[in-house]
T-cell receptor, first 119, second 114 residues
């Protein structure tokens, strides 16, 4: 079965540089989420999009921005990178909103992650 | 602010044992609860999703229960195998549904000894 695709899988940047992470959701999934997982930490929710509009916002720094495109893929743009931004960045997708009696409603499926290292 | 706690933080048991992982959350106004598995340096694999209106879900050797009013969930693993070794994460989605982000616990690091 198709899964969430993230690119690149690994990225090395210098401080103050910019980075763009890409996420391709599972086919027919129209909701995308971004999470950040620091070393030894649990994943922290950053931002989500439904039908190309921002839906929920978590602890996303002002230096970061994201968007969802017409084909439902999403990009996370990170500027003025800091050492503390080194982390695994996960994208997740969930299926088209379903009736409330659908037991799989809003189940999130995660991609393999992008490991960002800031030097 | 929602807080999710998982107990124990680490667990090591011999192969074949049945075991229970615990998850508690402070705000009972959740929409659903998901259990994930994460191998070192890898992505998260969804194991079970329980809607707030449900009491339990089962998948193979896994059974997850939810007591929303008391803010608790348990993941039961039957007949554990070395391949079950991983970190297990519990996460909740706040009420309102839609595209809400998940709040995670810090996980239970599980080792199954051959």
């Amino acid at each position: 079965a198709a899964g969430v695709i993230q690119s690149p899988r690994h990225l090395i940047k210098e401080k103050r540089e910019t980075a763009t992470l890409k996420c391709y959701p599972i086919p027919r999934h129209d909701t995308v989420y971004w999470y950040q997982q620091g070393p030894g930490q649990d994943p922290q929710f950053l931002i989500s999009f439904y039908e190309k509009m921002q839906s929920d916002k978590g602890s996303i720094p002002d230096r970061f921005s994201a968007q969802q495109f017409s084909d439902y893929h999403s990009e996370l743009n990170m500027s003025s990178l800091e050492l503390g931004d080194s982390a695994l960045y996960f994208c997740a997708s969930s299926p088209r909103l379903a009736p409330l009696d659908d037991s799989s409603y809003n189940e999130q499926f995660f991609g393999p992650g992008t490991r960002l290292t800031v030097l | 602010k929602q807080e999710v706690t998982q107990i124990p933080a680490a667990l090591s048991v011999p192969e074949g044992e049945n075991l229970v992982l615990n998850c508690s959350f402070t705000d009972s106004a959740i929409y659903n609860l998901q259990w994930f598995r994460q191998d070192p340096g890898k992505g998260l694999t969804s194991l079970l999703l329980i809607q707030s209106s449900q009491r339990e879900q089962t998948s193979g050797r896994l059974n997850a229960s939810l007591d929303k009013s008391s803010g608790r969930s348990t993941l039961y693993i039957a007949a554990s195998q070395p391949g079950d070794s991983a970190t297990y994460l519990c996460a909740v989605s706040r009420s309102g549904g839609g595209a809400d982000g998940l709040t995670f616990g810090k996980g239970t690091h599980l080792i199954i000894q051959p």
